[in-house]
């Protein structure tokens, strides 16, 4: 029996903030740039986008009705509308089980960002050598307690916000803190495009070149999208469960995505031109934010060291605003499956998810330096955890999503929700065509991403 006492977002506003802050995150600021300067610039932005709009969008919507219809947590999403198939069941644990593993590491990548807002409130980067800025990443994350207690700063301040409900957490942290983020990165945007030497990263970002359009191109170009937009993790199942029945969930699907893809193109275009304006490789990985661009803010501290160090300050609190709110989505499933599976209060539930997945993130902190030599399938564990969630979980849940949408649940059902009982004509009208995406392209879509990435 599905509970009275179940939150609900506010509105239309609120659905499409929350959500973003889900899909807003280190993918548009640390992965993006990255994966942009890897597989050819523009010509990667053009795939993406539309990738975006024709492949993820559909199982993004597939998740949201999933969520909207059961209304309940992600895990007993799927058993509560296949009428407790054994199969379904037990793919719904998925949905717990991957945001829990993902946010125990991303939780550390997040204590990076607090420890170099930190370092910049402190003008470190401004005093400091290029080189200098350019390798002390390695030597911090090498480090056993400060990375350790970085992390556990900032998870617990996401288990904070989730602790106050959804109405009083989740959306109002979004309302206020995702404007803020916008406004930020168009700052850092400005300074960076007007950087010596800039003008080349944004003829990279503006001019394809279609020689680099590769088989992987494509490939890598819908994984970024499927990562950036919370699909697989159960982030998406749940807070569609918060969405009021009569809202139209093609506009707030619709508005998450772009929102999403301008914050991606935002970050491109705010990262890209420093990077190439301090000659760094645009395709340098994890080194793009945390040595790449404090190289940058060290270069220009030697002439405007105040100007450097407030623009320093901006750019992390950037990232740890876009490094929140995703965490707050994925913390938010377990908490949401915990208090309507084992009875707990909101409160109760955050601590035993604080104490789980803070523990593993400790062990994935640790595999920089105590427990570097700690090697699972040739792997440290932080980087166990990441290749198996974005290279075979993400995936898989994704596609089960997606295929349990388009051939699972009937075709009146998916009608009914997508047009919110018909309410909608124009959403009536579209509907073949979303169904058609949702029951074979997307699936299929999914399925070759999946492959490409063991093959190629």
């Known amino acids: 029996m599905v509970s009275k006492k179940r939150e609900h977002f506010g509105g239309r506003v609120a659905v499409i903030l929350a959500m973003a802050g889900s899909a807003i995150g280190l993918g548009n600021i640390w992965r993006f740039p990255y994966m942009v300067g890897e597989h050819g610039g523009a010509v990667f932005i053009i795939i993406y986008v539309l990738s975006t709009l024709l492949i993820s969008l559909p199982v993004f919507l597939a998740e949201v009705m999933i969520g909207r219809r059961s209304h309940t947590n992600a895990r007993d999403a799927f058993a509560r509308l296949s009428r407790q198939h054994p199969f379904w069941k037990t793919a719904g644990y998925l949905t717990i089980l991957i945001p829990m593993l993902i946010s125990s590491y991303y939780s550390v990548i997040g204590g990076w960002s607090l420890e170099y807002l930190f370092k910049s409130c402190g003008f470190a980067f401004s005093g400091m050598a290029p080189e200098a800025a350019s390798t002390l990443f390695g030597s911090f994350v090498s480090s056993t307690w400060t990375p350790v207690l970085m992390h556990l700063l900032f998870f617990a301040a996401t288990v904070g916000i989730v602790a106050g409900g959804v109405r009083s957490g989740i959306e109002k942290f979004s309302k206020i803190i995702l404007p803020v983020l916008f406004v930020l990165i168009v700052l850092i945007l400005i300074y960076s495009v007007s950087l010596p030497g800039a003008g080349a990263g944004v003829r990279y970002l503006m001019h394809p070149d279609w020689s680099q359009l590769t088989p992987r191109t494509f490939a890598y170009a819908m994984g970024q999208s499927f990562f950036s937009l919370s699909l697989g993790m159960g982030a998406i199942i749940t807070y569609g469960s918060y969405v009021n029945k009569k809202e139209n969930i093609l506009v707030t699907s619709t508005g998450t995505a772009v929102f999403d893809l301008l914050f991606a193109i935002l970050a491109g275009f705010a990262i890209m031109p420093a990077v190439f304006a301090a000659g760094i490789e645009p395709g340098a990985c994890p080194g793009l934010i945390f040595q790449s661009i404090p190289y940058v803010f060290a270069k220009m501290g030697a002439t ?153």
């Open 304 to 456: 405007l060291p105040v100007l450097s160090g407030i623009v320093s300050i901006v750019f992390f609190l950037a990232v740890i605003v876009a490094a929140m709110t995703s965490s707050i989505s994925l913390v938010e499933v377990g908490v949401s499956f915990l208090m309507e599976r084992a009875r707990l209060s909101r409160v109760k539930a955050c601590l035993l998810i604080f104490a789980l997945c803070g523990g593993v993130g400790v062990l994935c902190s640790l595999s920089f330096g105590p427990l570097a030599g700690v090697k699972i399938a040739g792997m440290a564990i932080f980087d166990l955890l990441d290749w198996v969630c974005s290279n075979i979980l993400l995936l898989v849940m994704a596609l089960l999503a997606v295929a349990f949408v388009g051939w699972i649940l009937p075709r009146r059902v998916v009608h009914d929700e997508f047009t919110s009982h018909q309410l909608y004509p124009f959403n009536d009208r579209i509907f073949p065509l979303v169904y058609f995406l949702l029951k074979w392209v997307a699936p299929i879509a999914v399925v070759i991403i999946f492959f490409t990435n063991f093959i190629l």
